[in-house]
């Protein structure tokens, strides 16, 4: 390792992945200018995000009033948004208060549901794991927005969107703080053998003898592949760990205090932890593949923050099972709700059920930006968070 990272050798390796949108910035629309003086000094103790929500417990946070959502916008109530899958009944209940919401979930035949209702259907809400493909948007012709109740907007066909003229919108930002808390988390359970601590208690082996020594995770390097915002988030965590942090992206970032590798095999060689955080494109699709892996050896640690798809799950699988990877610690896979069972006898793998952003705190002002998003669409405003 180059520089100051050349006086430091671990004994474990770390390599973690998380999704983040590269294109964001931080949006600040709609905000009243009574609200930027408190605001002011709220972020010099805490990180804020610059948006008017009509979440109450946020209003009451930052000592202002609700908006009031449908009444003042009676058109509203006549356009019908499209909803695959439940996601958040906060979500739900502020949609309804405003659209005529359709929940796909709920009808037996969905097809000729569809059919029922293309001619009022004008949006659509879809999340990590419900996009809008091109089949889907041409059974649509009426729709006019994806909102989508997550980060990342993989699953929904950007190409055909830009090609009919229908804007796509995401929740940036507000999940970033959550999605780096459980990078980390998950990188303490794999080292720490946290869960598998646990399960120790819980079965009454302690009373038969001390749990093993696990590993340090302080001062580990940490390495990240893409520094958007969740990158930086969990850079900014793991260097309160005084773990030196270096990554990957395509161009070095002026980030004096980050090593830059321009490849993924380089920096998986040379950290203990490596974060992915890029949205997933057919680009970063398997990224971290079996060099990567092989790069990063028998004592380093995969975490996946990200989307399954960035890591070859075959080789990950392979690699852990034959004791070529030290663990890993994952929250999202190639087939959700699918997980490769071969992973669950590992004591050295943490594995969640994509959870990233799922807090009650972080769902609810998601879903707020959401419901924000498509009535700045109908009202024709700006959009708040818009991808395309
Ligand atoms: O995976 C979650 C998201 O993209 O928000």
Known sequence: MAGHYTTLSFGCKLISTCVHPTRRRHFTPFLPFHWSSSLNTIQQQTTVHHYQSTNPNLSHRFGCHQSKPSSENP????????????????????????????????????????????????????????????????????????????????????????????????????????????????????LRRLCECDRYVRSGQWKKGDYKLTTKFTGKTVGIIGLGRIGKAVAKRAEAFSCPIAYYSRTAKPEPKYKYYPSVVELASNCDVLVVACPLTEETRHIVNREVIDALGPKGVLINIGRGPHVDEAELVS??????????GLDVYEKEPEVPEQLFGLENVVLLPHVGSGTVETRNVMADLVVENLEAHFLKKPLLTPVV
């Not at 309804?96 to 796909?104: A, D, G």
């Not at 690699?319 to 890993?328: C, H, I, K, M, N």
Request: aromatic share 4%.
């Open 75 to 190: 058109t509203m109530e006549s356009i019908g948004v499209l909803m695959p899958a439940p996601m958040s009944s906060y979500l739900e209940q502020e949609l309804e208060k405003r659209f005529n919401l359709l929940k796909l979930w709920t009808v037996p035949q969905k097809t000729q549901f569809l059919k029922d209702h293309s001619g009022s259907i004008r949006a659509f809400v879809g999340n990590a794991g419900n996009g809008a493909d091109a089949e889907l948007i041409e059974k649509l012709p009426k729709l006019e927005i994806v909102a989508c109740f997550s980060v990342g907007v993989d699953k929904v066909d950007l190409n055909k969107c830009r090609e009919k003229g229908i804007r796509v919108t995401n929740t940036p930002d507000v999940l970033t703080d959550d999605v780096a808390d459980l990078a980390i988390g998950l990188t303490l359970a794999v």
């Open 319 to 328: 690699a852990l099972v034959e004791g070529r990877l030290g663990g890993a």
